[in-house]
């Protein structure tokens, strides 16, 4: 008898690679399955903390609203002279446990992080938010030289999620033209003058992040010598911009 030979049909080469490609492809996915699946049957790690940080926090809290329910009643400040429009607050200490009326007030002026600063336009209600703030922010009057070593050092905006730093005065014109503001001067002259624009070109510039030196001295409260006590400045903000710009 003849045995018939069978015939092993061949499997053409690009076939064999789309397959194996296929093959890591779902490996991938099912690791990427897995470390996902793991991460959510975790969960976040628990946070312990000591009853000492729960009683300072209480003990900071207290003392907000009982100096904001003093301030209620003293009369209120009077505003600067006329030609002190523009204020720059840098926040110079740490806000856990604050008071939320404190925390509400810093998350308007834009300071979440220390040694964050932004410009401030004077009026009532603006002076009011830096008084409710005052123990943990530094203010004052700047001049024409910090505002502008400011903006142009570190000046920046947010484009599609992204910070900028604003070097092209085409990327200024296209976001602020309609405002009149079409390269970085017209920027500096409308936050110093507090121009009719000023609101627009504030919140076209982010929060300024100033930077400190990584060892400098600090006091038993944590503050930096340097830097002096938060509060009211007046002009001696400008050496603050100085030190920390």
């Known amino acids: 008898m003849t045995r018939s030979k069978k015939?092993?049909?061949?499997?053409?080469?690009?076939?064999?690679?789309?397959?194996k490609t296929y093959q890591a492809i779902k490996a991938t996915q099912a690791k990427l399955a897995l470390l996902e699946k793991r991460k959510v049957s975790k969960g976040k790690p628990l946070k312990f903390r000591?009853?000492?940080?729960?009683?300072k926090d209480s003990h900071k809290r207290h003392r907000d609203e009982t100096r904001m329910r003093r301030t209620d009643l003293r009369p209120a400040a009077p505003l600067p002279p006329e030609k002190n429009k523009l204020a720059?607050?840098?926040?110079?200490?740490?806000?856990?446990g604050v008071s939320p009326k404190v925390m509400k007030v810093i998350q308007m002026m834009r300071l979440r992080k220390i040694f964050s600063g932004t410009f401030v336009k004077i009026?009532?209600?603006s002076?009011?938010?830096?008084k409710m703030a005052e123990p943990y922010?530094?203010?004052?009057?700047?001049?024409?030289?910090?505002?502008?070593?400011l903006i142009l050092k570190r000046g920046q905006t947010r484009i599609n999620r992204r910070r900028v730093p604003l070097t092209d005065n085409a990327l200024?014109?296209?976001?602020?033209?309609?405002?009149?503001?079409?390269?970085?001067?017209?920027?500096?002259?409308?936050?110093?003058?507090?121009?009719?624009?000023?609101?627009?070109a504030n919140?076209?510039?982010?929060?300024?992040?100033?930077?400190?030196?990584?060892?400098?001295?600090?006091?038993?409260?944590?503050l930096l010598k340097d830097l002096g006590n938060p509060g009211f400045r007046a002009t001696d903000i400008n050496s603050i911009i100085r030190l920390l710009n």
């Not at 922010?137 to 070593?149: D, I």
């Not at 990584?214 to 038993?220: G, N, Y």
């Open 50 to 55: 000591r009853l000492e940080d729960f009683l």
């Open 203 to 222: 919140n076209f510039l982010l929060p300024f992040k100033l930077s400190v030196a990584r060892h400098a001295a600090r006091d038993k409260a944590g």
């Open 127 to 130: 002076m009011a938010m830096m």
């Open 123 to 125: 009026n009532k209600t």
């Open 172 to 200: 200024i014109e296209q976001h602020m033209g309609k405002t009149g503001i079409i390269c970085l001067e017209d920027l500096i002259h409308e936050i110093y003058s507090v121009g009719k624009n000023f609101r627009a």
């Open 7 to 19: 015939v092993i049909k061949l499997v053409p080469e690009y076939l064999l690679k789309k397959r």
């Open 88 to 96: 720059f607050v840098v926040r110079i200490r740490e806000i856990k």
């Open 137 to 149: 922010v530094a203010w004052g009057f700047p001049n024409l030289k910090s505002v502008r070593e």
